[in-house]
């Protein structure tokens, strides 16, 4: 695998001597559409909002333009990464729609894999119908200071899907009303688990894939008042393992993880889910976006309907401590620079449909997480799910990670280490000095000669 | 006056005069012939191996990336100096000895026993032989997912036949010492039927009489064990340990689907640490030059199995 991909992309791909990449420019006006049938695809993994997407595509976009045909093509998520970047690797994809995490948008950039759309934008969306920190999130590069967005920057991409964290309780275990801090959440966790045998505590992301355990310990580290890393000086040995830092470590190990369930020391999206839809768990984390399943009779032990279901689970935001910060998810949509001109056109037009008032709400009744503000704020949105209200609210309070172009080594630094101390393979302080040693390094290593990514 | 006429005729030389049969083209000759059936086979073994081979030595000795672009510098043995003194490739080394050492010693001597036994039977020889051959047929991706729900700590099959033995719950995928044996056990299941097969057609050539002239002189059942079956199946089957360590050297499969290297990267193998490297950073001339050295480790490891095995022959 790695000889052909090597020979592929090595062949194909040298020649500019060293000189950095820069994404190509997209047209500032849509260019002329084809009237040719047309499959426009798509690249994501594999979870409900990818079906809905597909779905709702095909149903509404397919109004505008009949000759086109919605795919989303879709991978594991432990694969996501790498079906993308190989692909970009080998200057010619598949997909006319990379859907890009936000940490993504670095190495994408810096490596000319998808079309630069700020005269797009600027001609073509309302920014500011958008809360500035999810415009820049899902499309700056540079990547903007936490819940600002930089005018002057460029952009990339254009949302997709918001997400963020949602705390699941059960409102008949612990009471309507959710803890407000995480101290107070963690106690409430403990007095739950104790009163109620075969019912754990917590639940929530501890695997070592995709960037599962790394996002468990930036929310905590980011409650406990910790930062990842100094953007500006690129420094992260200091900055993470201080201090706070070394709390929120403290407490996610020594305080959260013993309220887990055994053997959870793998569990990840669907696991967090099948332990609340079976009623083993008292206070769970999970994306917003891959909660909808939970109030489905079929998958759940909770109710035979959905609205006992809802009787025993309630969602809230996550509780503040030090800060009130809470994680940013979601995904935004970029050209893929590879594409042929005729799919860029119809992307860009895609993007530009997608991103109206109208159907931003339409997505929203369709069962995804829009980025307009307007349409966070309809009807359509907050009556399409319990957990929709807990995004909206959720918004000023996001933070992201580093969205750079070694983003890929830097999470799965992070989440080994994490998950080593989670598991017991490495001890709190260890895990966290070592994430602040190996991270520091990999952002230090661009001019090393030989060696390279060990 | 005219020539003389043979009396009888010469085969060869009738044949030679026949013209050469219509539509045969005169230039194909065998020798031709045999090149343009092989030469399809032999450009896809160029192109798809010995290529790509080739290629991945000269990236090993560069900063080449995939994803990056731009020119390959030349950085001499830098990438092999840093692989070999690197303290996360030798943790990554000993944690796959490890696996190799337990999985193919474990398999090896399962596989023999259950062959052993197999052999002394004289009916449903065949039916047993099928059905314990059942686990290699399937796909590690598809085992790797079966037993993943088998071990899970808290839903898991296996958990489940403890609880009502009385026996407490095991995290086998999230401990750092059942894990590896999780994954060793995993191999073994479906790995051992093969050892198995190839025993087994050792134990079956083993010569009757060389029983019968024991038989006759008495000998004990261990002792016939020891001096004749032994001898006689151990170069078979330690060309299937041969090809059960190189294969247990590059694990991948496995690991990826059911511990993903975890926990942290106790079970992360030479292989598995390739893969991050060469996907995740997309340090494609390091990912190279760990790639050439794993396959070094494996031809001068062989090599010297290989020897041994001649001498046991000659001997």
Redesign the interface.
């Known amino acids: 695998m790695l000889l052909v991909a090597t020979t592929l992309t090595a062949c194909g791909g040298g020649g500019d001597d060293g000189t950095k990449a820069s994404a190509p420019k997209a047209p500032a006006t849509i260019p002329e559409l084809t009237k040719d049938p047309l499959t426009l695809s798509f690249i994501w993994f594999d979870w409900p909002p990818a079906h809905a997407l597909e779905d709702f595509a095909n149903a509404e976009y397919k109004k505008e333009r009949p000759n086109a045909t919605i795919k989303v093509n879709t991978v594991p998520n432990a694969n996501w990464h790498d079906a993308m970047f190989t692909q970009f690797a080998a200057r010619k994809t598949d997909f006319d729609i990379a859907i890009l995490d936000s940490q993504h948008i670095g190495e994408a950039v810096t490596n000319g894999n998808i079309l630069d759309l700020t005269d797009f934008v600027k001609n073509n969306i309302d920014v500011n119908a958008y809360n500035p920190y999810l415009l820049a999130a899902y499309g700056q590069f540079p990547q903007a200071e936490t819940g600002k967005r930089d005018e002057n920057a460029s952009l990339y991409g254009l949302p997709l899907l918001g997400d963020t964290w949602t705390m699941i309780y059960r409102k008949d275990l612990i009471g309507d009303k959710p803890p407000q801090t995480w101290d107070e959440m963690i106690s409430v966790a403990e007095k739950c688990q104790a009163d109620h045998p075969g019912v754990s505590g917590l639940a929530f992301h501890q695997a070592n894939g995709s960037d599962a355990a790394a996002v468990t310990y930036n929310t905590v580290n980011g409650v406990y008042g910790g930062n990842l890393w100094d953007a500006k000086t690129r420094k992260i040995e200091g900055v993470l393992n201080d201090a706070a830092g070394q709390e929120a470590m403290d407490v996610l190990v020594n305080k959260m993880k013993p309220l887990t369930a055994k053997g959870s020391g793998n569990w990840f999206i669907d696991e967090v889910n099948a332990a609340v839809a079976q009623g083993k768990a008292c206070i769970a984390f999970n994306w917003i976006a891959a909660s909808g399943g939970l109030l489905d009779p079929k998958e759940s032990t909770l109710g035979t309907t959905r609205e006992q279901i809802l009787d025993k689970l309630g969602f809230a935001t996550l509780p503040s401590q030090k800060t009130n910060l809470v994680p940013l998810g979601g995904m935004g949509m970029h050209v893929s620079a590879y594409s042929p001109t005729a799919n860029q056109a119809e992307a860009l037009n895609f993007m530009k449909w997608f991103e109206r008032a109208d159907i931003q709400k339409k997505w929203a009744a369709a069962g995804g997480v829009p980025s307009r503000t307007d349409a966070l704020e309809s009807p359509e949105f907050l009556n399409a799910g319990p957990f929709n209200q807990v995004y909206t609210d959720s918004v000023p309070r996001m933070r992201d990670m580093w969205n750079v172009p070694e983003y890929a080594r830097l999470v799965d630094i992070e989440n080994t280490n994490v998950n080593a101390a989670l598991n017991g393979a490495k001890k709190p302080k260890d895990a966290l000095d070592d994430i602040a040693k190996e991270q520091q390094a990999v952002l230090d290593s661009s001019s090393r000669k030989g060696g390279g990514g060990l | 006056m005219s020539a003389p006429v043979p009396l009888t005729t010469d085969p060869g030389r009738v044949a030679s005069a026949t013209p050469p049969a219509p539509g045969r083209s005169r230039r194909l000759s065998d020798r031709g012939l045999a090149v343009a059936f092989t030469s399809p086979a032999l450009l896809l073994l160029l192109a798809?191996?010995v290529?790509?081979?080739l290629?991945?030595l000269y990236?090993s000795f560069t900063?080449?990336?995939?994803?990056?672009?731009?020119?390959?510098?030349f950085?001499?043995?830098?990438?092999y100096?840093?692989?070999l003194t690197?303290a996360?490739?030798h943790q990554r080394a000993l944690t796959t000895l490890i696996y190799v050492v337990g999985a193919v010693t474990l398999q090896t001597v399962l596989g023999f026993a259950i062959a052993y036994l197999i052999s002394r039977r004289t009916h449903g020889r065949g039916l047993l032989t099928t059905l314990f051959l059942v686990p290699m047929m399937l796909s590690p991706v598809v085992v790797g997912l079966f037993w993943r729900f088998m071990l899970?700590?808290?839903?898991g099959v296996i958990?489940s036949m403890l609880g009502s033995l009385g026996l407490g719950?095991v995290?086998?995928?999230?401990?750092?010492r059942t894990a590896l044996v999780s994954l060793i056990v995993v191999d073994t299941w479906q790995w051992t039927p093969f050892i198995m097969l190839i025993a087994l057609a050792g134990l079956t050539a083993v010569p009757k009489y060389l029983y019968e002239a024991a038989s006759i002189d008495r000998a004990s059942e261990w002792f016939r064990f020891r001096t004749i079956t032994l001898p006689l199946v151990w170069p078979l089957l330690l060309i299937a340990v041969l090809f059960r360590a190189i294969e247990a050297f590059r694990l991948f499969d496995l690991v990826?689907i059911l511990?993903?290297?975890?926990?942290?990267?106790?079970t992360e193998t030479l292989s598995f640490h390739?893969?991050?490297?060469?996907?995740?950073?997309?340090?494609?001339?390091?990912?190279?030059a760990y790639?050439i050295l794993m396959v070094l480790v494996v031809i001068v490891l062989t090599q010297l199995y290989l020897r041994y095995l001649n001498k046991l022959k000659e001997g």
């Open positions: 798809m191996s290529f790509p081979l290629w991945a990236l900063d080449y990336s995939a994803t990056r672009g731009g020119a390959a510098h950085v001499g043995f830098g990438n100096t840093a692989i690197s996360q490739v899970d700590a808290q839903f958990n719950q995290e086998w995928l999230t401990r750092q990826y511990t993903s290297g975890g926990p942290g990267v106790s390739v893969y991050k490297v060469a996907f995740l950073g997309f340090n494609t001339g390091t990912a190279s790639g």
